[in-house]
């Protein structure tokens, strides 16, 4: 069964979520353009044909044909993720991570705590994001500085808060944090 309205109504929601954290970071324009891809007929109608509501609707599809069209598309266009940023290493001879820019770690960080806001729902957390981080920690193909940057972040919040994290995350991006 396609779901396009709930599917609609989740995107839509988790994006003003995310807005509204990056707006809380210091960085509300570059939210301004969170995930616009996640409506275009590429992405929009895989995401509506494996909707569930409690999860990632590109994990469905995976399960399904091991891979996700969606997700392919999702990741080439969005810098917030850390899947954007490979290249290959003509010295390696490979595809290797690269360090991302710290406004896009701060936007990554937005878009997994509202992301965890939205699946989660009245059941949420602070150390929702962090736990989930963990989880997925041994396989992740990321640099190991952004690794770092993005559970420094996450562990502030399931420690500290979200008022707490969102003031700091203000300095870091702007660089008048020091440190990780």
């Known amino acids: 069964m396609i779901h396009p309205i709930k599917h609609f109504i989740t995107i839509t929601h988790h994006r003003h979520k995310v ?32 909707y569930q509501g409690n999860r990632s609707p590109n994990e469905a599809e995976r399960e399904v044909y091991g891979y996700s069209s969606a997700w392919l598309h999702h990741k080439g266009r969005n810098k917030h993720h850390f899947e954007y940023w490979t290249d290959y290493n003509p010295k390696e001879r490979r595809v290797v991570p690269i360090r991302m820019p710290r406004r896009y770690v701060a936007e990554m960080f937005c878009d997994r705590v509202a992301a965890s806001k939205i699946y989660r729902g009245k059941d949420y957390r602070d150390d929702d994001p962090l736990q989930y981080f963990l989880r997925g920690k041994p396989s992740r193909v990321i640099h190991p500085d952004t690794s770092d940057e993005l559970e420094t972040l996450l562990t502030m919040l399931a420690e500290q808060g979200e008022k707490a994290t969102f003031s700091y995350l203000k300095g870091w991006v702007k660089g008048t944090k020091m440190g990780k």
């Not at 409506?39 to 895989?46: D, H, I, K, S, V």
Request: with cysteine; net charge positive.
């Open 19 to 50: 807005i509204a954290h990056c707006f809380r970071a210091g960085i509300g324009l570059q939210g301004l353009g969170h995930d616009l891809s996640k409506y275009a007929p590429a992405e929009f109608w895989a995401g509506a044909r494996y």
